[in-house]
Structure formats: C-alpha cells, structure tokens
C-alpha cells in the first residue's frame, strides 16, 4: 500500500510506501504496512510474546513523478529511492521492550543520481524515533520525512504590449514633374491637383507595456509523519503453583516404663524400629524435598497404669528420644527449629491395662507437595 504525498508548489504528488519489520536471529517474523490515504497515518505491528533479541526496520519506498515540477511530462526525471532506519538491539523480557537505540535518521541513496539530478523532487530529510502513547501496551515509533525540492530554482517570465497611434499624412503634388505648380490660383490649383498620395505611418506616438516576474520553486517541501504502533507480546502467565497440605504419621512403641527405643522390636511385625523409622524418613525426603518439610511433630505417650504425672514425664522423655535420633541422623537436611517434641497423656478409658499400644511415640510429619 502506499500514499500520495503532494508538494505546494511542485505540479506531480510523490509517491510513499512505508512498512515495518522486526527480525528474529536474523529471520524475518513479522511486517506490518501503511494503509493508503483512507489511513495514513497508523500501522501496528505485533511482537510475539515471551523473551526475545530483535531488530526492528522501518523502510520508505519513495517513487518521484516524470515531472519538471511545472506539470510537465519528462520521463527521464523519473526515479525511486529506499530510505530506512534500523533500531539495532531490541530485549523483550517478559512483554517488556528495552530499546538500545531510541532515535534514528532515515536514510538511503537513488537509485538514479542522474535522474534525481535532474528532478525537482527531493528526499530532503527524514528520522525515526520511539515515543509512548496513551496505552502502555503501544509504545510507537514515530516515522518523520520531509519532500521537496532542496534545491533553489528560479522560474523567470515577461511578456510586452506596444500601442501605435498612426499618423495620417497628406501629399499634395501635380504628380508629372513638367507642369507647372499652381500654388496660390484656387483654379488652377482644382484644374492641375493630382489623386492626392496617402500614407500610414508607424512613426507616430507608441507606448510599450512588458509584464513579468520571477518565482522561486527553492525549498519547497512537506513534512509527513507517520506513527507504527508497537503491540507488546503478551506477558508471560505466571502459573501459581498449586501447593497440597500433605503429611505422614509414624509410630514407635517402647517397652514398659523404656524411655529409650533400644532393641524393642515392633510389636505388630517384630521389625527392627529404628530401621523402619529411617526407611520412613527417607522416604518423606525424597517425595518431598527438605525445603517442603515444614514441621516434624514428635509426641510421647505411655500406658494408663501408674502415676499420671510420672507418665507424663516419661512420654516426654520418649518423645525427646526420638526427636535427638532424628536431629541426629538428619541434622544437615532438617532444621533443628522444624523438630519439636512434648509429652501428652494417654486418653482416659476403660483399659487400663499395659497396653503397647499406649506405649508409643507418634511422629507427624507435615510437608508440602508442589504441583507447577
């Protein structure tokens, strides 16, 4: 698509095309042009979303008339002419665009000299440059070219009028020159005058009028400005994380009034405890990861029978137990502030037998499982 640019005082409208690129690794990725006249002044062009390293080009394409300025048809003045600027270094991080170079003049050769030395037409001037608008989402580049004639031409005219008032101019004579003249007797004057001569002449009075003047076609030029839109890539979404609440219960049962694990063997399978309580914590690690290991609760119990405070103490010395084996064992995975540790009693009911199941220490382990 291009436009017709006309000059005040030059008789021909230039012809403009202007269209954009922006490239990607040296690949062209996407162009946006200039309507024609019904839009002229607004094009847009999309950069892709997500991070990348561009150059943006903006390029005139100016095709000058057969014209001798004066509406005169010269076929050898006609000529075109490229002219572009390219910002050089363009970072998109995260729909965001950081321009190397923000101002940049506009510029090329003919691709005639002779002919652009012969045409009135000029490419005079012309410069790009990045500026904001109303919406932070169109950043714009400003395209300004000034057309003319650069050149001083002086056009020079006259024309004249001459006015004659004609004199009339008797001639009295005998016309033969051997008779007599007869000057003075009226008739002989009727009886010898000849046919009396006439005569135009253009020595009389004249008057002569020239009209004309001078016009300089110099410097006759129009400034057009164009604006590209630039339309940001959309910003990255940033995905939240879906975080789930998770954890583990683990159980170690202890001999009667034990406060240490020592060789008591699980009840349930006859397994070696502190065997499977390190099998169980490597586990939660490794599902898990230490970083979402947020609290390891430890608490002790002990059997109804027998003194309530005495069991309380001995719960919490169990409980203590099991924590100083597990910041032992694990001390440079997990922060000793995420292990906590207390005695609890034994629910009230009706056994009060020994029981080993209430002989135990239950560890909570609550950690968070992290979904991208």
């Known amino acids: 698509m291009s436009q017709l640019v006309n000059i005040p005082g030059l008789n021909a409208p230039i012809n403009v095309g202007i269209w954009a690129t922006y490239d990607e690794n040296a690949k062209s990725r996407a162009a946006a042009s200039f309507l024609d006249d019904s839009d002229p002044y607004d094009a847009v062009l999309k950069l892709p979303p997500g991070d990348l390293t561009t150059s943006l080009t903006v390029t005139a394409l100016l095709s000058f008339p057969p014209s001798d300025g004066n509406g005169g048809f010269v076929a050898a003045n006609i000529y075109s002419q490229a002219v572009s600027a390219v910002f050089p270094k363009i970072v998109q991080t995260d729909g965001v665009p950081v321009f190397s170079v923000t101002e940049k003049m506009v510029q090329g050769e003919p691709n005639s000299p002779r002919a652009q030395a012969r045409s ?30 650069s050149d001083v031409v002086v056009d020079t005219w006259e024309s004249s009028k001459t006015d004659v008032d ?152 169990r409980a203590k137990h099991v924590a100083d084996y597990i910041k032992r064992i694990y001390k440079l995975k997990i922060p000793d502030d995420k292990i906590t540790f207390r005695g609890e009693p034994v629910t009230e009911g009706n056994d009060k037998d020994n029981s080993w199941k209430d002989r135990n220490v239950m560890i909570s382990v609550d950690a968070e499982r992290v979904v991208p």
């Open 120 to 149: 009135p037409f000029r490419f005079i001037d012309g410069k790009a440059w990045l500026t904001a608008t109303q919406n932070p989402k169109f950043p714009a580049i400003k395209i300004s070219l000034v057309l003319g004639s």
């Open 166 to 317: 004609p004199t009339w101019k008797f001639e009295l004579g005998a016309g033969d020159g051997k008779k007599a003249a007869a000057a003075g007797v009226i008739d002989k004057i009727i009886e010898w005058m000849p046919k009396p001569s006439v005569g135009y002449e253009r020595g009389g009075s004249s008057s002569t009028k020239t009209q004309g003047g001078t016009r300089t076609r110099g410097q006759l030029y129009q400034t057009k400005e164009w604006t590209l839109l630039l339309e940001l890539g959309e910003r990255r979404k940033i995905r939240v994380p879906t975080v789930y609440k998770e954890g583990r219960i683990i159980f170690i049962y202890f001999d009667t009034n034990a406060k240490e694990i020592g060789k008591y063997l699980n009840p349930r399978d006859k397994t070696d405890q502190l065997k499977q309580l390190m099998r169980a914590m490597d586990d939660i690690l490794e599902k898990y990861g230490t970083e979402h290991i947020t609290n390891i609760n430890i608490s002790g119990h002990a059997s109804r029978l027998g003194d309530t405070n005495a069991n309380l103490n001995l719960s919490e010395a």
